[in-house]
């Protein structure tokens, strides 16, 4: 039995988190590094140089030229939340497949006409969120998802922070009210949304209402923020996101029966092995002196990291739709949709002075 | 040099967490367990005989008795919140010391009336907050005053919650409105609210709004609740309580150089020894694929549980007004206040529609 083919990835930018993205490629068995485009060639020889393609490997001086390869199946885009829109929808005019990092975009709308280009072109369409590819998630979810072990779940606190530095607050695009207009609330507070959403399923909250203290920096980019969200059946979420603190990336699950732990949800502490905390009917003893019984330590390993995972997941999307004409899955795209939908909310929430905003779908 | 002669507590009522610090005081080495008073003498008869009394140790028919006996020195108080008031300005009146169970009243109001009742009396008053007398408490203290280990204090999430059971949710004093009227916000809240105050110093927030889904038992008592706090500066905490999810008491403290976690603050996993986890300065290492430095487990090791060093902490302060002319420490009914000033206050936020409820001194 010949083998499949592996799914050409071209990337349209170099940003840093496309070397990252590039060893994940590099590691997918079904995936393969195939052209880079930069606004300049010598940018684009030299990410192909230092992040593992192939000799062969194309090297384009535009994203177009990218975009225009008939080989390419799926194009990477890292590039500022603030050109998503365009670059997306032409990508998807290309009949390219793509993986788009996140934020998705600046708001929903922008979002919708992402989809629609997607849609109308046949091409899958999935977020960068990493984490959701570990099978650490899927074994956390096994746990949430277990009446027995964990109950109904009633709350959620979630959060993603790290120090910054100077030299980020001063310089990077996620600053930059023209690049990532969204701040720390499009590049955490989504891990926190998307965390909060996982966790209840996918169903949307009712309410969202923003923390009072958001922290922006001089040209009113968000540095800092949180919110809390309310689900029709009593269940509530908090989450804070910061480029002022230090690093934190915790999902604490309340369950009538049972707590899951996590602290590095988004980058596991070590990249082969990664774990959390469950616990089921917690008690003390008799004499009030212990747990009885004290949360269990579950640990999961991988060959590859979550992010070649991700790619690899893509990759195998992308091979079924282009050589077993199977449908693109919607799954992705809608839980990206429903995310961003949140980041409008908490942003809409602070703009209207804290008020509760309300979700519609 | 003749030894300090121990300091005699007495109880008023048998409640469960009398049973505790019965041992809690057997264990202090300053302090005896001298009487016990219940409104029935079989009762207190029963209760020392299966608390550890000693075989001379007076047996009381009514907490007068227990006031009434001039050998008693402190008092420890744990009957129903709503009667705080009545038996703690009694207490003082006989010139006893008073160990009084949390919450401290039923409002700030009523707790003025006991605090002025010690202060015109001379005598110690203190709550029966144990984990602020677990010298692991000290150390992370240590760890959040360090600014260059910690840096300075962005955000706090507390919690505190235990699936309490159908037993407990029928007839438990703390969910009858006559008895303990502030439900898991009083029993639970308490814990978290200090937690909070804990980490700032005791510096008060400015502002405090609940959370909007609490949920209340038939007659209107508190099952579960939640808010968040702004405090001047910018800082916020957030706080979730209930008696319908699995053990949780968590305390995630943010600051801007560093993160402390800790998972069973209120009552460690184990008696004798309790851990921590604090990062500084985390990151990830060139390749982004682990944290560098990972968070650092640190460990308190003690010889006696935090509630008989609580006990002793009081029969200390006790014996130094009693033999050394010392004034009672302000220390203790100060933060005792401050934090039913924000149980108040988030009471208050809920009764008004959620409302922010600005804190007063």
Sequence with gaps: MAETPKIRFGFIGCANIARRVSRAVALAPDAVLYAVGSRSL???????????????????????????????DVVYLPLPTSLHVRWAVLAASKKKHILLEKPVALNVAEFDVI???????????????MWMHHPRTSKMKE????????????????????????????????????????????????????AALWAADYELPKTVIAL???EHNQVGV???????????????????????????????AFG???????????LPYEEDEASFYAATESGVDE???????????HITKTDIPQEALMANEFARLVADIKFN?????????????????????????????????????
Tied chains: 1, 2.
């Design 42 to 72: 010598d940018k684009a020889r030299a990410f192909a140089g230092a992040n593992g393609f192939p000799a062969g490997a194309k090297v384009y001086g535009s994203y177009e030229a990218v975009l225009d390869d008939p080989e390419v």
């Design 115 to 129: 989809i629609a280009a997607c849609e109308s072109n046949g091409v899958q369409l999935m977020d960068g969120t």
């Design 143 to 194: 746990f949430l998802s277990d009446v027995n072990r964990f109950g109904q779940l009633k709350s959620i606190h979630s959060n993603f922070t790290f120090t910054a530095g100077a030299e980020f607050l001063e310089n990077d695009i996620r600053v930059k009210p023209d690049l990532d207009a969204l701040g720390a609330l499009g590049d955490e507070g989504w891990y926190c949304l998307r």
């Design 212 to 214: 009072r203290n958001p």
């Design 222 to 252: 968000l540095l800092s923020c949180g919110a809390t969200l309310y689900w029709e059946d009593g269940k509530v979420a908090t989450f804070y996101c910061s480029f002022l603190s230090n690093t934190t990336m915790d999902i604490t």
């Design 256 to 266: 009538t029966k049972g707590t899951l732990h996590v602290h590095d949800y988004i």
């Design 287 to 297: 004499a009030v002196t212990k747990w009885v019984p004290q949360p269990s330590k």
């Design 325 to 361: 004409n199977a449908k693109p899955e919607k799954k992705w795209p809608t839980i990206s949709r429903k995310t961003q939908l949140l980041v409008d909310a908490v942003k809409a929430s602070i703009d209207r002075g804290f008020e509760p905003v309300q979700i519609q779908e």
